[in-house]
């Protein structure tokens, strides 16, 4: 958004994606196919690297970038630092 002449494009697919607002980085999440569960991946756009992978043992109903770092029963807090 703030390139809007220098657009990024990419071969990711989705059924929503989150925008970091401090940094160029995207949080995308997708369906398991055949699953009420989700994948959730978190990319450095500048780099072009997946930094984390995770698969939500539930569906997401509602997921925000609460700092620079979610279902309809829990609340998940997932740092994008370290390797776990």
């Keep these: 958004m ?5 657009p990024l494009r990419s071969p990711v697919t989705g059924d929503s ?9 995207l949080a995308l999440k997708a369906k398991l196919p055949g699953t009420t569960r989700d994948h ?13 992978s995770h698969k939500i043992p539930k569906q997401v109903v509602f997921w925000k970038w609460i700092t620079s770092k979610i279902t ?4 998940y807090h997932w740092s994008i630092e370290g390797y776990s």
Excluded: G, W, Y
């Design 2 to 6: 703030n390139m809007p002449m220098q």
């Design 17 to 25: 994606a989150l925008m970091n607002p401090n940094s160029r980085i």
């Design 40 to 52: 959730i991946q978190i990319f450095n756009i500048e780099a072009k690297v997946k930094i984390k």
């Design 72 to 75: 309809q029963t829990s609340v």
